[in-house]
């Protein structure tokens, strides 16, 4: 009976020790909230070999997600027609353009010369 206690204390640990490993993995792969100017805000990863886009905000996905089904280079304009973002007015048009900025910034989107985005290869 001592030898299996003994046993399963081991267990407990190595069960500890690989949760807090798989904690600490997620973690890093995750947006991190941070601090600007006293507000929270979202980090964005940048994209990385073995980086899948599931580490960026819901909002974000649903951006790609639209650039990709395009056929080709899209405008803002049409990135929010494709989720169905009112874009007939600027105020709501230019936060997604901020958002696409950002994806681009960090290398998930790509800006031809004539500033429409696509997808990276």
Known sequence: MRAERDE??????????M??????????????????????????????PGVED????PDYQRILAAVRQAAGPVMARQVGE???VDTSAKSEL???RGKLLRLTDRGWLWQTAQRPVTTRL
């Open 8 to 17: 399963l204390a081991v267990a407990e640990k190595v069960l500890e020790r």
């Open 54 to 57: 599931t580490v960026l905000p």
């Open 82 to 84: 494709i989720p169905g």
């Open 19 to 48: 949760s807090e490993q798989l904690a600490e993995e997620r973690a890093s792969a995750a947006p991190a909230p941070g601090q600007v100017g006293g507000r929270a805000v979202m980090l964005l990863a940048h994209r990385k």
């Open 94 to 96: 230019e936060p997604l």
